[in-house]
């Protein structure tokens, strides 16, 4: 059963890619990082889709990052570190076609690796993001390295280091500039798509030049932050069994700004 959704319309040129682990939160597992990776590549050849909107099944949940149960070996070396995330985003996969996220429910954790790497969001009012990875004795690298690209740096440091204790509302994503629009309740995907269709009618050569030239100016940053990912998180996270004891444990009160 497929783990990522992807409905094509070549008459409006966009495609609309879903998370579909609902019952899972669209968490992330082995299976939906490959797939996705498989569609953005596809997408790349695609000539009559040029663009595209990403959003999430159910009403709970946009994405909830990498499942728990997910095991994915470690080499003991700082300088090396398999992430089956850092694979699953557009512009990983050298997509140069706009995606818009269209957010409902919980974006958290994992879920910055799309987000960071779609070029504007649109959220629903119950839209909330947060990263629980200090609450588990975990270093928040890659999460807080693309939502500093993002957002102003106090909001990320306050979002990161609060872990679960607090969430950032969708109305407080757009002041910040986190999103561009918050639409009335379940209006999300519609108003993704409205902007899709706009940008998928202009000359797509322009439109995906302008798209790289926007990521050119955050790249060589992310590439220089993202080299020292590695070692910090194998110096500052704690062994497994330490995280999962502070997953069991954890606290459900938490404070929506």
């Known amino acids: 059963m497929s783990t990522v959704g992807v409905a094509a319309d070549k008459e409006s040129g966009i495609a609309v890619v879903t998370l579909d682990r609902p019952g899972r939160l669209n968490s992330v597992d082995l299976e939906m990082a490959a797939e996705l990776s498989r569609v953005w590549r596809e997408l790349r050849v695609e000539d009559g889709i040029r663009a ?33 995330l850092l694979t699953i985003g557009p512009k990983a996969n050298d997509l140069w076609k706009p995606v818009v996220a269209a957010v409902r429910g919980a974006a958290c954790g994992g879920a910055f690796y799309l987000l960071g790497e779609c070029d504007f969001l649109v959220a629903d009012p119950s839209a909330v993001f947060f990263d629980p990875h200090t609450s588990y004795g975990m270093v928040s690298a890659y999460e807080s390295m693309l939502m ?59 439109v995906q030049g302008t798209v790289r030239a926007l990521w050119a100016a955050r790249e060589a940053a992310l590439a220089q932050a993202f080299a020292q990912a590695p070692h910090l998180i194998a110096l500052g996270n704690l062994p497994a069994g330490g995280q999962a004891e502070l997953f069991a444990g954890r606290r459900r009160e938490f404070r929506v700004r």
């Open 148 to 206: 500093a690209a993002r957002m102003p740096y106090g909001e990320v440091a306050r979002m990161m280091l609060m872990g679960t204790a607090e969430r950032l509302s969708a109305r407080r994503a757009l002041e910040i500039g986190l999103v561009s629009e918050v639409t009335e309740e379940g209006g999300a995907l519609a108003a993704a798509v409205r902007c899709a269709t706009a940008i998928a009618a202009y000359p797509a050569d322009g």
């Open 52 to 84: 595209v909107v990403l959003t999430g099944a159910g009403e709970r949940a946009f994405c909830t990052g990498i499942d728990r149960d997910v095991v994915v070996p470690q080499p003991s070396s700082p300088y090396m570190q398999d992430d089956p």
